[in-house]
């Protein structure tokens, strides 16, 4: 072997370089070991995503058994108390709807949740009855602190001790879904903790059920319209599992504190989560000091000058507070991709110099760009003094429509919405402050749905109330106040963010390639996607979509039920008919005529009773369908 040799290297090269062996003796050292990281003697984990979790409780048949009595109670005493006030003559909507407020409060447990969903769904039920219902107060008795506590110690892996310094076993606040404590870390920092009650989901499970079988009797029998429930059960059953979800609710409060701090203002925020010590049965969170708005709103609507005097002390002034809610508002459905549905007083805590601090995120929702870009326009509308263009951009919200002429829904629409300017332009309303914020037209467009059988989805419910209960506590803290006005200040805000950020892109890109022209392609595609982007959002405003599916002629469905209700009548006769001839044949040994056993059982009353209830049956189900409007 050469001691200098030529190499032939992997790609086809030559190369020539000397042996070690051949090294020069005056380089000492240049061959030697290097220290290498040892390398560690640990297992290789699996690489697949770890499985997602849901929570997710059951059922019980004999639970839900022993529920529907419960239920069935609650039924019974409306109706009676309903009867005995008929026949007294002082039945009214409201006593009514106070009445069955309190029937859910002493219930408790999942009738408090039913209430407060109920509270919603201003589509199915009279405006009386979801005003009552949101005044609903979720108070319960608490469960043992040693239950609570034990749940703790499951969450965090070790003793309370190693996790708190104190806990005080005392709840600041049970509710049907959890209690709260006070406690401190054992780095001193004070916090609240909220534990979920032992066994609530399933007890929530049970009543869905119980729901499920009630409701299906009524609409089986016409007592309600066929299949008009279905939305509102799945509804409170997605519902009721967010709430019980304490990971969503800490993600949600994370994600909402988050978004608050990158908005520029300091004025509203939500607690710090210790995710390291919560779980999906507890919520540890920073402990937030300051008045409740409930305080603040009573003590402006009461004249209390004490309390008043209080809140100037922390630097809370009541009309400051009522534009930073109705700001925060419109924050959260064009800025944040979720919005608080249920903007409750006493789940706002202010702070000193008027900061608010939002807790509990158990109840909150998401609407798409479309019905976002539909809100906006409409306030722009509004603003512009236009209520046939605010009619139209609000009809979006309530697509697809089913066979009904669109245009007769924007004309009565915009009776709603002249009704709100003219308040909104009136110094005392009218009507009291209610009258001042956006109720006349928001609620003008769920009578109208309900009056043409539209279904509106759950979401933009939530959306709407939460927003008319913005507006409201606006209101009543600063009767002065015009949101709309307050909606232009908001619009100035968008617009300054937008700006800022399309001016830090402009400094990247130029910084990056500064003799790059194609960023001028960049902005002309830009302006025609802008274009063509507000041409077909024109266009879908002044004709909004049709839900073709809704388009059978009620003639097509008059005869679709003639025929059923003949095929109903008929299988039922041949059944029993067959039925006759079998038992006569099994009793007696001869077998009788067909058209024999047809006469006996035409005449017989137990035939005639059931034929009847069919007959009730399908003519209900068609007189449901010929109420309603359009073709």
């Known amino acids: 072997m050469m001691p200098d040799t030529a190499r032939e290297s992997d790609t086809g090269l ?25 390398p560690l003697t640990l297992r290789v984990g699996e690489t697949a995503p770890p499985q997602f979790k849901e929570v997710t409780f059951k059922a019980s048949r004999i639970r839900a058994l022993a529920r529907l009595a419960v239920w069935v109670n609650v039924l019974l005493t409306f109706w009676v108390a309903n009867l005995w006030d008929r026949l007294r003559r002082t039945g009214t909507p409201e006593r009514r709807a106070a009445l069955l407020r309190r029937l859910f409060e002493r219930t408790g447990g999942t009738a408090i949740k039913v209430g407060q969903h109920l509270a919603m769904r201003l589509d199915l039920l009279p405006w009386e009855y979801g005003n009552e219902l949101s005044k609903m107060l979720d108070r319960v008795p608490a ?50 903790v909220k534990v979920r009650r032992p066994g609530v989901g399933e007890l929530f499970m049970d009543d869905l059920k119980v729901f499920d079988w009630l409701l299906t009797a009524l609409e089986f029998l016409t007592v309600l319209r066929p299949g008009s429930t279905y939305s509102m059960r799945r509804e409170l059953r997605e519902t009721l599992a967010e709430e019980l979800d304490f990971v969503r609710e800490a993600r949600y409060m994370g994600l909402f504190r988050r978004a608050a701090r990158q ?90 110099g008027g900061k608010l601090t939002f807790i509990d995120f158990g109840s909150v929702g998401a609407v798409g760009s479309t019905k976002r870009r539909a809100l906006q326009q409409n306030m722009y509308y509004a603003w512009k003094q236009d209520p046939l263009n605010m009619a139209r951009a609000s009809l979006v919200l309530l697509e697809p429509l ?27 309303g009218g009507q009291g402050p209610f009258s001042r914020t956006s109720a006349w037209q928001w609620m003008g467009l769920i009578r109208l749905a309900r009056r043409f059988s539209i279904v509106i989805d759950f979401h933009i419910l939530r959306l709407l109330r939460g927003s008319v209960m913005y507006d409201t506590l606006a209101v009543r803290l600063d009767p002065t106040i015009n949101v709309i006005q307050q909606y232009r200040r908001f619009a100035k805000y968008r617009a ?12 990247t890109h130029a910084s990056r390639f500064p003799d790059d022209k194609s960023i001028y392609l960049e902005f002309e595609r830009l302006a025609n996607t802008a274009d063509s982007l507000f041409y077909r959002m024109r ?75 069919i007959v009730f049956l399908n003519t209900r189900k068609l007189l449901f369908r010929m109420d309603d409007k359009g073709a």
């Open 263 to 352: 908005s520029g203002k300091r004025f509203f925020s939500a607690p710090k989560v210790h995710f390291e010590l919560s779980g999906e049965n507890v919520i540890v969170q920073e402990f937030v000091a300051g008045m409740w708005l409930w305080e603040l709103l009573a003590a402006v609507e009461q004249h209390n000058e004490p309390v008043l005097a209080l809140a100037r002390q922390l630097g809370i002034e009541p009309g400051q507070i009522a534009r930073r809610l109705a700001w925060i508002n419109y924050w959260t459905w064009h800025e944040h991709f979720f919005f608080r549905a249920d903007p409750h007083p006493d789940r706002i805590i202010l702070s000193e």
């Open 143 to 192: 469960f043992p602190a040693r239950d609570a506590i034990a749940i703790i110690e499951k969450t965090t892996g070790r003793p309370l001790w190693e996790s708190f310094s104190r806990f005080d076993p005392e709840p600041v606040g049970s509710t049907s879904l959890a209690c709260t404590y006070q406690g401190v870390l054992r780095n001193g920092e004070k916090v609240v």
């Open 14 to 38: 030559v190369a020539s370089q000397p042996s070690l062996a051949s090294a020069p003796d005056d380089r000492p050292g240049v061959i030697a070991s290097i220290p290498r990281r040892t």
């Open 539 to 613: 266009h879908a405003l002044a004709i909004p979509r049709v839900n073709f599916s809704a388009l059978m002629s009620k003639g097509s469905f008059a005869v679709y039920m003639g025929i059923r209700l003949g095929a109903q009548v008929l299988g039922l006769a041949a059944l029993a008919t067959g039925a006759l001839v079998a038992g006569h044949w099994v009793s007696v040994g001869e077998v009788i005529s067909g058209r024999e056993a047809l006469a006996q059982v035409t005449s017989a009353g137990l035939f005639r009773l059931a034929a009847t209830a």
């Open 496 to 507: 300054a963010r937008a700006r800022q950020r399309v001016k830090g892109a402009l400094v």
């Open 402 to 428: 089913p066979a009904v002429d669109p245009n007769e829904l924007t004309k009565e629409l915009e009776t709603y919405n002249w009704q709100m300017l003219f308040a909104f332009e009136s110094r005392r």
